[in-house]
């Protein structure tokens, strides 16, 4: 989106604002697509859970994998067949397996054997049948080195050790409510190397096989999970899906058997959404402290915290640039408006000199800038939302009020 397009929003909408490329999105869809047009493409909504993007989406034919009752339900209000939603997450309540039992959606994808039972005992109490899959935490020998946000292997929560499969799998074909009808395998996250995504897919791929074979099964679903990588200090090329789809082609064809596979799966959520996002925000003030340029801005950490220096696990500085000005550039720090020195998005990054008024604009902000941020914290105002659309805009959601930290607080007095 051009600089002045994004001025103009700001100054219609007020900052701190996000706004978001709906056709962006939809594009990437159709390019996932197209590259493996046997594919489904889950929507991972924790990246976004905007409920226009997820319209968006499902009127582009994507389905759509929640973690939370509260994802659940604005997946089925943003109209998603129950058919194409799947529900992950090591830590379900009873009360949410109840909903998505309720809700009949595609597969309950269970994270332990005591998961297993509970849904078990659930769907006996409602005398229903339920389809369920099995999230297997995989640790490849092959793999030398894990994603830059692992979701495998030794100290990470998610789903079962493949050798508990012997344990879990004859409990379900034991309890005639139970219905295996999906295996769920995650790597991580902002993997880069296509080839690296490709050798996580060979093995879990070559794992999956050897599970349906040797307990004779008939799986209806495999999700391989996602990870694709967005770079956001624009020091490495985004995940090259074309090259990646080409060797997927090549390993299915080496795995006899997966054929038989009604439905194979990839989710996507960061890679979806990312770069249709832009964050804004406005320079409040500008001061000098111990040799060090800031400027401060209206948002911060509790607005984007993705792109804060909070728990860094990414990268640096992200891409961001003043839209107001062409001003000769300088070398400042960028903070936001909290009391705490976590709120920092950028640190001695070159901009152009700006002051109290101009917008600075960070790219890449459609994925995790809204659903990381603790909005609460020190009681700011949520941001305003809007979504571009064929030309149209679209407020996704409404500007928060100072006035909100009271709401559904009932005091001691």
């Known amino acids: 989106m051009e600089d002045k397009r994004l001025w103009e929003l700001a100054k219609k909408y007020g900052t701190p604002l996000y706004t978001f490329d709906a056709d962006l999105i939809k594009k990437t869809y159709t390019m996932m697509k197209k590259e493996l047009k046997d594919f489904e493409i ?55 397996i109840e909903f998505a039992l ?46 830059v946000i692992s979701m495998m292997g030794r100290g990470t929560q998610f789903g079962v050790d493949k050798n508990e499969l012997d344990s879990i799998i004859p409990y379900i074909k034991e ?98 959404t990312a770069k249709s996002g832009y964050f804004l925000t406005e320079v409040q003030y500008r001061k000098e402290i111990n040799g060090t340029t800031f400027l401060i801005t209206d948002a911060g950490m509790n607005q984007n915290a993705l792109a804060t220096f909070r728990e860094k696990r990414i990268r640096s500085n992200f891409m961001m640039h003043i839209i107001t000005n062409d001003n000769p550039e300088e070398i400042v720090s960028v903070a936001g408006p909290l009391c705490t020195p976590d709120d920092v998005l950028g640190r001695n990054i070159l901009l152009n000199r700006a002051d109290r008024g101009d917008i600075l604009c960070i790219p890449n902000s459609g994925a995790y800038g809204t659903s ?42």
């Open 42 to 96: 889950f929507f991972s909504v924790k990246a976004n859970p905007s409920l226009a993007i997820c319209q968006v989406l499902k009127e582009s034919g994507s389905s759509i994998e929640v973690a939370s009752e509260g994802e659940l339900r604005l997946a089925l209000g943003a109209g998603f067949d129950p058919d194409n939603i799947i529900f992950s997450g090591p830590g379900k309540l009873k009360t949410e």
């Open 102 to 147: 309720d809700n009949k959606i595609a597969a309950l994808i269970a994270e332990s054997f005591e998961e297993v039972q509970l849904i078990n005992e659930i769907a006996k109490e409602k005398n229903s049948k339920v389809n369920i899959g099995i999230r297997i935490n995989p640790s490849y020998e092959s793999v030398q080195k894990n994603p």
């Open 175 to 272: 309890h005639p409510y139970l219905n295996l009808m999906c295996f769920h395998i995650y790597s991580g996250s902002q993997i880069f190397d296509f080839s690296v995504a490709a050798t996580y897919f060979s093995e879990a791929t070559k794992l999956v096989t050897n599970i349906i074979q040797q307990y004779k099964l008939e799986i209806e679903l495999l999700d391989f999970g996602g990870g694709f990588g967005i770079s956001y200090d624009g020091k490495k090329q985004d995940f090259d899906f074309h090259s990646f789809a080409l060797e997927v082609k090549k390993i299915l064809e080496s795995r006899p058997g997966l054929e038989k596979v009604k439905r194979i799966a990839f989710e996507s959520g960061r890679f979806l």
């Open 372 to 413: 990381f941020s603790p909005f609460e914290f020190l009681g700011h105002p949520r941001p305003c939302e809007v979504v571009i659309r064929e030309g149209k805009e679209f407020i996704s959601r409404k500007r928060g009020d100072f006035s909100d930290i009271l709401n559904q607080q009932l005091g001691a007095l």
